[in-house]
């Protein structure tokens, strides 16, 4: 992030004081308002419209909306602004497909979790898709809770002009240690409380910072005039991109919003709205919030690249532009939008992996603990325990773990989404095509993701369709020891591993390599989940 | 030379589709709203 000017530091560390301040305050608020499990985990399903639509929204988005979204534009033009219509159809599919579908599903059968949704849909006697749901849940997860804790320490670091290790310590500790005691004392409430106030405030930075932009600039005619004399391929929808660069490019950023009905920390927002009524209130916000917050960040982008020209880092472009334009007041509280954007993904990342630990895993899959205060207890001392285990990764920069949030977003998306959509379409699928969709969704995910880019993982694209069959081969072996499967499982099994090997062909021969991965991952998992199904016997008679 | 503009493709990714994707959210909701209101 870009450093704060020495006289500005006072006023700027001032502002995140007070907004550390306030989200403490609303997990103690919440707090009081938090007693039992389903409290814990699901805010007693009494979220109102605003609640429950920014967080959903807020949550999903994390610092990629500030940062990411902001450097596409700044580094591509218009062309950057692809992945604004992709987002925006994830969240049409979400709030009108999904949510008012959902919400009375989950509360017709109790479903608390993503995994609940997906295994009293199909029914789980052995529980292989309780396991199978909660192990890609978990993993994804606490992943992407390191990784949003490292950008915390970076971007509270440099806020605050803390130089060098100290200062990125420093700001892990400060930031980490208060999201997790907010998500612990609060649990789901406090979490959707807090990504409301911290969505508000996202959503103020990137509406009222590009049209000041802009009218400084001279106006929109300007920002063209602008743009032309950069580049002219800045003004085009392509970029200079023809062929299969151009679809490829294209079909990828309109299939980043294939993964939002598969992201546990979003559609558990769905389930705890209170009504029906609250729902169709929330459809407005969340997509009104949503046209402000990406349109907004991709015209940062695009007046950065004509007022900063000199710009190394167009991620920065946020920042740089506050510091450059406005007071150091308004600027501390831009500063506060960027970490806000991160803290509001991390409290739900952080409460969804500390669900599937000790609801998923000890309640369910062990049957433990079913007393609404221990399972509070529980709740509570899992999230702390996460949180410091995300706190030490974050600290020790464990590289591993960061290896897995390249997979995350698209991993989660591939392995859930078609399911929750078919889960609430009601027919088509039983649960060996479910088990086989979720294994399906991550193997295609990992191995195209490296096919990619080969040259950057070139040792793990090499290794990656052997490695697929050994994992398929582990599973089946862990299956057999537990006597969990029946045959339809194991056919599930292995036409998860001969998809996976297909598109591990197919990435290295197809045109359209540059495909992100949840495109076909998606698709592959969606088509062996009504394959399996097919040819294989329904366990209750019902196959939807 | 004149000075390069936007092309049809940028006009419509950076406007016109938030413009039409807002007024159909905003018809939609109105619709339900008026549904509503007869169904009461």
């Known amino acids: 992030m870009t450093p704060v000017a020495p006289g500005a530091v006072t006023i700027v560390a001032g502002v995140m004081v007070a907004y550390l301040g306030i989200l403490l305050a609303i997990g103690w608020l919440a707090a009081r308002r938090t007693h039992g499990g389903e409290d814990f985990h699901l805010a007693g399903r009494s979220l109102g419209a605003w609640s429950a639509g920014i967080s959903s929204t807020a949550s999903s988005e994390s610092g990629w909306v500030t940062l990411g979204a902001v450097g596409m534009t700044f580094s591509f033009g218009v062309s950057g602004l692809w992945y604004a219509p992709g987002c925006l159809l994830g969240y049409l599919v979400n709030v009108y497909l999904v949510a008012p579908r959902l919400r009375p599903l989950s509360a017709a059968n109790g479903s608390v979790t993503l995994t609940d949704v997906i295994t009293r849909r199909w029914g789980d006697p052995n529980k292989v898709l309780r396991i199978t749901a909660t192990a890609i849940v978990l993993v994804c997860m606490m992943g992407y809770v390191a990784a949003q804790m490292t950008a915390t320490g970076k971007a509270f670091a440099s806020s605050l002009g803390i130089e060098g290790r100290s200062g990125y310590l420093l700001g892990v500790v400060i930031g980490a240690v208060v999201i997790t005691l907010v998500t612990s004392l609060g649990g789901f409430r406090a979490v959707a409380w807090t990504d409301l106030f911290q969505g508000l405030l996202v959503a103020g930075a990137l509406i009222g910072l590009p049209l000041y932009a802009v009218a400084r600039l001279g106006g929109f005619g300007a920002l063209v005039s602008g743009l032309g004399a950069i580049e002219p391929q800045l003004l085009t929808a392509g970029g200079g991109r023809i062929g299969p660069a151009l679809w490829g490019f294209v079909i990828g950023q309109l299939g980043i919003g294939l993964g939002y009905p598969g992201m546990p920390h979003v559609i558990t927002r769905y389930m705890a709205a209170r009504d029906d009524r609250e729902i169709r209130r929330l459809q407005l916000i969340a997509m009104f919030w949503g046209l402000a917050v990406f349109y907004g960040a991709g015209l940062i982008g695009l007046v950065a690249r004509v007022m900063l020209p000199d710009l190394g880092d167009g991620e920065q472009a946020l920042m740089a532009l506050a510091l450059e334009l406005v007071h150091p007041v308004l600027a501390g509280l831009m500063l506060a939008a960027v970490i806000s954007a991160i803290l509001s993904t991390v409290s739900s990342q952080l409460l969804v992996a500390a669900s599937a630990v000790s609801y998923d895993i000890v309640e369910e899959a062990l049957g433990r603990s079913r007393d609404d205060r221990r399972s509070l207890l529980l709740g509570r001392l899992t999230v702390a325990a996460v949180g410091l285990a995300g706190i030490l990764v974050a600290l020790s920069e464990v590289r591993l773990v960061y290896w897995f949030v390249l997979f995350a977003w698209s991993g989660l998306g591939a392995a859930f989404a078609p399911l929750v959509l078919l889960a609430l379409a009601r027919r088509g699928v039983n649960r060996h095509g479910a088990f086989a969709a979720m294994l399906t969704g991550v193997g295609v995910t990992v191995v195209w993701n490296l096919g990619r880019d080969p040259a950057a993982h070139p040792a793990a694209f090499a290794r990656a369709w052997w490695v697929s069959l050994l994992a398929a081969g582990a599973i089946l072996a862990l299956g057999e020891l537990k006597r969990s499967f029946a045959p339809a499982d194991r056919l599930a099994v292995a036409a998860a591993a001969g998809l996976t090997v297909a598109s591990w062909w197919l990435v290295q021969h197809w045109g359209m390599s540059n495909l992100y991965e949840l495109v076909p991952a998606f698709l592959a998992a969606g088509f062996v989940a009504l394959a399996v199904s097919a040819v294989t016997p329904s366990p209750s008679g019902d196959r939807g | ?40």
């Not at chain 2, 109105?30 to 169904?39: A, D």
Request: hydrophobic share 50%; net charge positive.
């Open chain 2, 1 to 40: 030379m004149p000075e390069p503009g936007l092309s049809l493709g940028a006009h419509l990714l950076l406007w016109v589709f938030p413009l039409l994707l807002a007024t159909a959210v905003v018809l939609e909701s109105l619709r339900g709203g008026r549904r509503r209101e007869t169904e009461r």
